[in-house]
């Protein structure tokens, strides 16, 4: 069983940053991918971005360029750095883990909301 605990969301002014924060802990795995997933109002949950415990980093276009992943291997913590922030940013951002073999269910946190305005 893993645990995620999301923190870093918050009310932020077009243009802004925030880092989001994600700590895992439990049955952690040391071969293992953790991500960043977003979901607004009406819409599916998409991949934002994610990393893979040798850093293998993957972006969803829309925030290339802008959002950095990046991940504390001895704390178990992913963050999510988001730079020039748009409206269409806001969402319930969630953080997401899975341990090899990739094939095996994956753990969600409980979200954090985070909201843009113009």
């Known amino acids: 069983q893993v645990q995620l605990v999301e923190s870093g969301g918050g009310l932020v002014q077009a243009g802004g940053s925030l880092r989001l924060s994600c700590a895992a802990s439990?049955?952690?795995?040391?071969?293992?991918?953790m991500g960043w997933y977003r979901q607004a109002p009406g819409k599916q949950r998409e991949l934002v971005a994610s990393?893979?415990?040798?850093?293998?980093?993957n972006y969803a276009d829309s925030v290339k360029g802008r959002f950095t992943i990046s991940r504390d291997n001895a704390k178990n913590t992913v963050y999510l750095q988001m730079n020039s922030l748009k409206p269409e940013d806001t969402a319930v951002y969630y953080c997401?883990?899975?341990?090899?073999?990739?094939?095996?269910?994956?753990?969600w946190g409980q979200g954090t909301q985070v909201t843009v305005s113009s």
């Open positions: 990393i893979t415990s040798g850093g293998s980093t």
């Open positions: 439990g049955s952690i795995v040391s071969e293992n991918a």
């Open positions: 997401n883990y899975r341990g090899a073999p990739m094939w095996r269910p994956s753990y």
